[in-house]
């Protein structure tokens, strides 16, 4: 008879632990309900393997919030072992069963082709697991690198600070330095954020041994005893570029270039702790006192707010309507979007509206020739399509255009009337489209970009996507290099602010200079930067790994001065939840790029909602979303679990999109405590967590409770994890919650704020603030035995709300249509944004 197996800890993972006792849990699906039996197998605590039988625990369940269950019979077994008595190490397990005692033992590694499941055990004692002897994390430590110890302003990390030297720049080349750092030590796994290519990062990991093709600019080695070493490279200072190499057996390669004419320096942090955000913390904080003395200053730029320019629905032309970019096309778009409903409120006018030479070349053949838009396609000018297409549409308040750093692909035209405005200096570059660039001489670029942006406020633009930064790295000349890099950051950083404000994007500039000289200071207003690379509607393979590579790239761009984009989808393909319902849960902007008439308006309401002041908005988390596994690799097959929170500390709600990346059906077992924000150590908070697509409720729960889920190939589910609050109703005991809106992918981020006591009187109070409309959703543990007619007030803004807009909704959730409300009771925004619910019950 077969059988699914579904473990925690998992099978083909390693998990770290530090509690005194390890709980397993399996779930057995099967077709039906005998004396099945189940071990773990393992080797903990001994070198001799054996068996731990676990008990049937299907009184406790496990509740499936998402997915088919494929089989008639859903078994729980469970079972806690004691941790070994030495102070860290590892041990291995897989997972037997039988139908019966006389039956032979199934192994479900075997059976579903999984390596056996890792356990680490963490030290207890996190003094003594710390170390400030770098020596006991790198073995063959090169007699070539100064250690310096640094002091680390995250508590629980030790910090150091590793230099060398780099040659000077001689004869047109640049200084090198390539040598072996060292071995790490005890290594169980390791993850590197690679450049794929000039302008992206993206992840790579493995087993023991470290071994990527590509420089890296971080890397984070997972130990058996259970310790997170991170290395990080740093660049953008003094003009030396360095990243991480790895090679035979394991080794770290320092590869650094120095552009100077003398000899210079090369820096790497390094920090070891027990959690890897801590030793990230401590790495980012020391970053950027290295940096500080190279910041530009922007001191007495005004700026506006982001949450004003990132927060509503965004379409860009760049998918939607292509390269052959007209004024005709973008009206026709627009004209579509408004037809079927979409609502947007920021427009990005991608590539190809710019006046160019060499018409019909490609575009690396292209140069740019002026400021004003191409005639042929916007033949009244740049400024009269703004006009039109704000006449036409008020909703959008936002309108950005595109444009590479150098200008264009191909750089600026010889013969154009930039180039004769202008200082231009011809550079050398790298790339097997093109030799060389006609670009703006960095004595005149400062001038160029306010003239540019000047022109472009003028004409109603309010804000730029500035793509191609990589064209920095590509540039050949060590001089060059030095005059341009930081000359042209500077430059693009004080014009946009002095002209957009926060309202840019910054594109295809994950590389070490910029993130370490515009994107880790803290010294301007946050900005939006590419997170990956883009969003290729027609590339099968592109759709999971463009999500996984985004999910991690997270873990470093959520610590810089950054909001992370990740690119645009459109709303009718296959992948079009898919890629929605990770772009709700990354907390940066949102972008479309529908073919116009190809919109699927029910996936834009669960990621759009409306406001009382007849905008749309997007329900961005309080906190930019990223991996929890860091050292999973997508052809492991486990399903890609991505993290954030919402709200205040304590009250707010832990979110987790969960993404089947692999080719087959896959489940997983989740701990409550792997939600941020939950610890588990916190046994005395209840909680409910609730699913997304079926609005399953798993209620009663604490920080040790687990749920659980299917994802078939290309699905994903969002749960979100909500404290209940416990009051006495009429003498019984009754849990709440408030939800946020129903039927959105992150409904809980329309709160604002939320406020539940007993009146004198003696009656329940709900309080309730959203910045959107829809349906608020909340949770209350008994509803069943309250009517709504009999025992229920619900007000907004002060006055009751139609019968018809309140309802029971799973026997569990109270529901108020607060927008049907609103608009049936004819309520006026005024000058405030929010809308105010009071729900009284008793």
Known sequence: MSARVISYPPLGQTTCLETEKIKFTVILEVSSGHDWEVQIWHNIGSSDWSGLSLQDASSTSVPLLSGHQDSQVRLVFSEEISRPEFESGTAKFTVRYREGPTAEWQWANGKQNLNDGELIFGSMDTDSASSADFTKYFDHLSPEVNVEVRKSEAPGADLWRISGPVEEAQHGQQGVANLPLGVPSSVSRFFALVRLSTPWLGPRQGGDQLAWKEDAILCSVLRTDGMHVVLLGVSGVDDVLTVLGSGPGGKVVVKSQNDNLRPAQFQILAAAATEFEIAMSALVYEARKIVRPYEVSTDGLEVQWLSSWCDGLTYCTWNGIGQDLTEKKILSALDELKAQGVKISGLIIDDNWQSLDNEDAHSWSRGWTRFEANPKAFPQGLKKTVATIRERHPNIEYIAVWHALLGYWGGIAPGGELAATYKTKEVQIKSAARKSVLAIDPDDIQRFYN????????????????DAQSFLDLMSDPEDRRRFTTSYQDAWSISSLRHFG???????????????????????????????????????????????????????????????????????????????????????????????????????????????????????????????????????????????????????????????????????????????????????????????????????????????INLAQKSWEILTAYPTHSLTLSSKSIHLAVLGLLGKMTGVAALVNSDINISSNGRLRIDVSLKALGILGIYISDLTRWDIDDDFMVLISGKPVPRKTVWKEDGRVLAVDVGEAWREMGLKAGWGNEVFVSVFLG
């Open 451 to 466: 003239d540019f942006y000047n022109f472009l406020s003028t004409a109603g633009i309010t804000g730029v996507k500035a």
């Open 502 to 708: 926060p309202k840019v994007i910054s594109c295809m500039s994950l590389l070490p200079q910029i993130i370490f000289h515009s994107q880790l200071p803290t010294n301007k207003p946050t900005t939006v930067v590419r997170n990956s690379d883009d969003f290729f509607p027609d590339v099968e393979d592109s759709h999971a790994w463009h999500v996984f590579c985004n999910a991690h790239n997270a873990l470093l761009t959520r610590y810089l001065n950054v909001l992370p984009d990740w690119d645009m989808f459109q709303t009718s393909h296959p992948y079009a939840t898919f890629h929605a319902a990770a772009r709700c849960i990354s907390g940066g902007p949102i972008y479309i790029t529908d073919i116009p008439g190809q919109h699927n308006m029910a996936l834009v309401n669960q990621i759009t909602a409306p406001t009382i002041q007849e905008t749309t908005v997007i329900l961005r988390p309080s906190l930019v979303g990223r991996t929890l596994d860091m050292y999973n690799d997508i052809n492991e097959g486990h399903i890609l679990r991505i993290g954030t929170y919402t709200g205040r500390a304590q009250t707010g709600s832990g979110i987790i999109g969960l993404f089947n990346v692999s080719t087959t059906t896959k489940s997983c077992i989740l701990p409550v405590s792997d939600f941020p924000g939950i610890y588990v150590d916190d046994t005395d908070r209840a909680y409910i967590v609730r699913a997304h697509t079926n609005g399953k409720i798993a209620e009663s729960l604490n920080s040790t409770s687990t749920v659980s």
